[in-house]
């Protein structure tokens, strides 16, 4: 139903049951002991304290002090040196070209 739709009288009754069901409240609400509400009480917002503040800071500080002068330190450090690549001297070289020689030699014989 549409409050336009509604005569002077209807709604002076209206209000006035609405009225009589808050005193009817009211007075449960005393005598089961139950306070009155007073609307949803604000949250308190929590804050920090400037100490508090000026630790965290610190901290961050320092750790990232800490991170920094490992990563410049590792940055720093000299890879390990490689390892010598190992050589074939001049004369196994020699030997092992002869027989390779010899190998091929008598494969392409072998196919004639």
Known sequence: MNLHD???NQL???AAI??????LNKELRAIL???AKSGAAPKKKRTMS???KRKIAAAQKARW???RRAKSAARSAKPAAKAK??????ATKAKLSA???????AKKAGKK
């Open 6 to 8: 509604l005569t002077v």
């Open 12 to 14: 002076k009754r209206a």
């Open 18 to 23: 609405k009225e009589r069901i808050e005193a």
């Open 33 to 35: 002991g139950t306070p």
């Open 50 to 52: 400037a100490s508090v």
């Open 65 to 67: 002090a800490n991170l």
């Open 85 to 90: 690549k190992k050589t074939v001297s001049p």
């Open 99 to 105: 027989k390779l020689k010899a190998y091929w030699a």
